[in-house]
T-cell receptor
Framework: QKEVEQNSGPLSVPEGAIASLNCTYS??????FFWYRQYSGKSPELIMS????GDKEDGRFTAQLNKASQYVSLLIRDSQPSDSATYLC?????????????FGGGTRVLVKP | NAGVMQNPRHLVRRRGQEARLRCSPM?????VYWYRQLPEEGLKFMVY????????ESGMPKERFSAEFPKEGPSILRIQQVVRGDSAAYFC????????????FGPGTRLTVT
């Protein structure tokens, strides 16, 4: 079982709709959770971080964390064509040295005008 | 530009040559992480460094790869005797401390081995 799993997509979303992305992780001691956006040929850009159960909203983005279910999600409201990208879920898994991120394979999102 | 800087952005090496990738962390950040993204694969952690210290190198291949972050100057990821399988995007990220979990990525170095 992969440590961090995402549906690879593509997730096709009409412009203006809500895009819903899911991520599950296997390590129960994971502490910190992140969503990165990566455009083709570019580097990952941090868009959301979440550390405790519940929802966290930032502009059109909402991250949701459920540690009991080992599940983190990202909602993109009012999706725009510029949101078309690959979204990477990342988890900080507690280790002796700490602080390395483990990434899922990414979900490709296509927002159609 | 206060962001993470990497150079070169593109590097072409022939099999057997050495590749040196450089990373300057964001201003105020003293922790550097290197990740590799192979074609059509996810990002994989390689190594985590502080100034003059390797904290975690659990993701580094056992041979040919090394990393350093000297007291002065950028962090360097060195790949000796490159092979075609080393062709990938290499990203550097930085954070201000070990307790600050958010990591910010540089633009990456695209290594092509011919």
């Amino acid at each position: 079982q992969k440590e961090v799993e995402q549906n690879s997509g593509p997730l096709s979303v009409p412009e203006g709709a809500i895009a819903s992305l899911n991520c599950t992780y296997s390590d129960r001691v994971s502490q910190s959770f992140f969503w990165y956006r990566q455009y083709s040929g570019k580097s990952p850009e941090l868009i959301m971080s979440i550390y405790s159960n519940g929802d966290k909203e930032d502009g059109r983005f909402t991250a949701q964390l459920n540690k009991a279910s080992q599940y983190v999600s990202l909602l993109i409201r009012d999706s725009q064509p510029s949101d078309s990208a690959t979204y990477l879920c990342a988890v900080n898994i507690l280790g002796a040295a700490g602080n390395k991120l483990t990434f899922g394979g990414g979900t490709r999102v296509l927002v159609k005008p | 530009n206060a962001g993470v800087m990497q150079n070169p952005r593109h590097l072409v090496r022939r099999r057997g040559q050495e590749a040196r990738l450089r990373c300057s962390p964001m201003k105020g950040h003293s922790h550097v992480y290197w990740y590799r993204q192979l074609p059509e694969e996810g990002l994989k952690f390689m190594v985590y460094l502080q100034k003059e210290n390797i904290i975690d190198e659990s993701g580094m291949p056992k041979e040919r790869f090394s990393a350093e972050f000297p007291k002065e100057g950028p962090s360097i990821l060195r790949i000796q005797q490159v092979v075609r399988g080393d062709s990938a995007a290499y990203f550097c990220a930085s954070s201000p401390s070990r307790q600050a979990y958010e990591q910010y990525f540089g633009p990456g170095t695209r290594l092509t081995v011919t």
